[in-house]
C-alpha cells in the first residue's frame, strides 16, 4: 500500500490567536490633603474670594478610611469654607467621574460629618446667612462668662502686653464652666480636630472641664460692639491630695489668622493667673508641641527672673562656672536647683519641677555673659542633663549592666538592663552601640543649646 505524501502547506497549522485580558487598575486612593481645602472667613463675600486665609498643613488622614486615603473618584476637588463667625461649615464637592477601583468609594459626606458634625450645613445659602444671622453668637457664649483680670497677683501688669504686636485693651480672657462647655464647645471641636496635633474631643460631661476663650472686642460701622474669637483653651481639673488641684492644659489654640501676633502668650499667661490666684498646686501642659514649649518657656523664664527666692542659688551656680574647668573634674557636678527652691517656685508660680529645670538651663544661660567665655562649661551641664534624662541617672558612673541576650525574635538586638549590688560594676554596651549613642547625645546637646539661644534673645533683646 503506498502512502500520499501530503503537501508542505498541510504540515503548517494556523497560529492560534491570543485572547486579550485586560487587567483593571487597582484604585490607588487619593490623599485628602491633596484634594481638600479649608478657608477660614468672616463675611459672606470672603466665600469664594481668592484671598481668602486658607489653613495649611492639616492632618486629614485620620478621618478617611483605614489608610487616610479617599477611593473611588476622579478629579475630586473639596473646598470648606469655615466661618470664624458662627464657626459653620459648608462643603463644595466637585469631580470628574467616581467608580470602584476595587477599594470601594468613600462616603465623602459621612467623613466630612464625622470631622463637622451638627456644625455642616448641606445648603450654601443656608451658611450664607449665619454670617447675619448668627453674628452674636460669640456675644451670646460668653454673656454669662467670667472675665479674668489679666494682672499678675502683685498688682502688676502682665508682660504679654508688651509683646503683642496690637493693640491689646480690646482682648479679654474669659472661662466658661459648667453647662456651657458643652454648648460652646460643639462649635470649637472641628478646628481642634483639625488643627491641633493628636487632640481628641474632651467629655463635655465632666464638670471639670473649662474653656477659656481670646475674645476681641471691635465697634463695627453701626457702632455695635462685635466679639471675636481668637482662639481658646480647654483645661482640665484634676484633684491633688490632700486638699488642692492640678490644672492641666489639653488643647490650646489661637485660630490661623491670628497666629504669630502673641495672642498665644496672651492666653496662656492667662492660664497662670488663674493657677496662682486660685492657689492650684501646679499648672502643667499635656504633650506641648515644640512651638508651644517655647513660648510657655519663654513665659516661665521672665516670670523667674525677678523672683528673689531663686536668686542666690543661681548666683552661687553661675559664680561656681565661671571659675571651675569642668573638662578637668574627675567626677559629675551637680548644677541643678536645690529642693528647697524647686518648691518654692511651684508653691508661688505653680511651675512644675520638670518646666523649672527647662528654665533653669535658660537662666544660667543668661548668667554666664560674656557666654562664649564660658560656652565649653555650659555645654557640658546641659550634656550632663541630657545623659541623665536619656540613660538614666548618674550616667556614667557604677551600678549598671547591659548584656546582650540573643532570643528567638531578634539575635542581635535583644538586650537585658540590671542594676549590679557591686559598686565597681559599670554600664558595658557594644563599641558602635556606644559610638552611636555618644554621636545621638551630641546632636541633642547642640539642638538644646540652639533652643536656649532662641528663648535667651526672646526674653533678653540685648544678648547677642
Known amino acids: ?15 492560534k490567536k491570543r485572547r486579550r485580558v485586560g487587567i483593571a487598575k487597582i484604585d490607588a486612593g487619593v490623599d485628602p490633603a491633596d484634594c481638600i481645602k479649608i478657608y477660614l472667613v468672616s463675611s459672606k463675600e470672603e466665600v469664594d474670594a481668592p484671598d481668602s486665609s486658607c489653613i495649611e498643613s492639616v492632618d486629614f488622614e485620620r478621618f478617611f ?11 475630586l476637588k473639596v473646598t470648606i469654607w469655615v466661618s470664624t463667625i458662627s464657626f459653620h461649615a459648608y462643603a463644595d464637592i466637585s469631580f470628574e467621574s467616581k467608580s470602584d477601583g476595587g477599594k470601594g468609594i468613600t462616603d ?5 460629618q464625622n470631622i463637622f458634625a451638627e456644625t455642616l450645613l448641606d445648603e450654601k445659602d443656608n451658611f450664607l446667612k449665619t454670617f447675619s444671622t448668627e453674628r452674636d453668637i460669640v456675644k451670646s457664649m460668653v454673656s454669662n462668662a467670667k472675665i479674668l483680670e489679666h494682672k499678675s497677683p502683685n498688682g502688676l501688669n502682665s508682660d504679654s502686653k508688651s509683646n503683642l504686636k496690637s493693640d491689646t485693651s480690646n482682648l479679654e480672657v474669659v472661662r466658661v464652666e459648667g453647662t456651657s462647655v458643652g454648648e460652646v464647645y460643639v462649635r470649637l471641636v472641628p478646628l481642634a480636630m483639625l488643627l491641633v496635633d493628636g487632640s481628641s474631643p474632651i467629655d463635655i460631661m465632666d464638670p471639670r472641664w473649662e474653656l477659656y476663650l481670646l475674645i476681641q472686642k471691635k465697634v463695627n460701622d453701626q457702632e455695635d460692639i462685635q466679639h471675636r474669637l481668637l482662639g481658646f483653651a480647654a483645661l482640665y481639673r484634676f484633684y491633688h491630695y490632700p486638699g488642692s488641684e492640678r490644672l492641666r492644659l489639653s488643647q490650646i489654640l489661637v485660630l490661623p489668622p491670628f497666629q504669630r501676633k502673641g495672642y498665644g502668650r496672651f492666653l496662656l499667661e492667662g492660664l497662670n493667673i488663674v493657677a496662682v490666684s486660685e492657689n492650684a498646686y501646679d499648672l502643667t501642659i499635656e504633650e506641648p508641641l515644640d512651638s508651644l514649649q517655647h513660648v510657655r518657656t519663654c513665659i516661665d523664664v521672665q516670670r ?8 542666690d542659688a543661681l548666683a552661687s551656680v553661675v559664680s561656681s562656672l565661671k571659675q571651675e ?47 562664649d567665655k564660658y560656652m565649653e562649661n555650659y555645654r557640658t551641664i546641659i550634656l550632663d542633663h541630657i545623659k541623665a534624662t536619656v540613660i538614666g541617672k548618674d550616667a556614667g558612673d557604677a551600678g549598671k549592666q547591659v548584656l546582650d541576650v540573643p532570643t528567638e525574635y531578634d539575635q542581635e538586638m535583644s538586650f537585658v538592663m540590671f542594676k549590679s549590688p557591686n559598686a565597681e560594676s559599670s554600664i558595658t554596651v557594644r563599641e558602635d552601640d556606644q559610638n552611636n549613642q555618644e554621636e545621638q547625645i551630641q546632636q541633642l546637646v547642640d539642638e538644646r543649646i540652639k533652643e536656649v539661644e532662641l528663648i535667651a534673645k526672646r526674653v533678653s533683646p540685648h544678648r547677642p
Not at 65 to 75: A, N, P, R
Not at 342 to 355: A, D, P, S
Request: proline share 9%.
Open 108 to 112: 465623602l459626606k459621612a467623613s466630612l
Open 65 to 75: 478610611e483605614e489608610d487616610g486615603k479617599i477611593y473611588g473618584y476622579q478629579g
Open 325 to 371: 574647668n569642668l573638662s578637668k573634674r574627675s567626677h559629675t557636678v551637680r548644677f541643678g536647683p536645690p529642693p528647697d527652691v524647686v518648691e518654692e517656685v511651684r508653691k508661688n508660680l505653680k511651675i512644675t519641677k520638670k518646666q523649672f529645670l527647662q528654665c533653669w538651663e535658660v537662666l544660667i544661660y543668661l548668667g554666664l555673659d560674656p557666654i
Open 1 to 15: 500500500m503506498s502512502s500520499k505524501n501530503p503537501n508542505s502547506s498541510d504540515l503548517v497549522s494556523e497560529p
Open 304 to 311: 523667674l527672673l525677678p523672683f528673689d527666692p531663686i536668686k
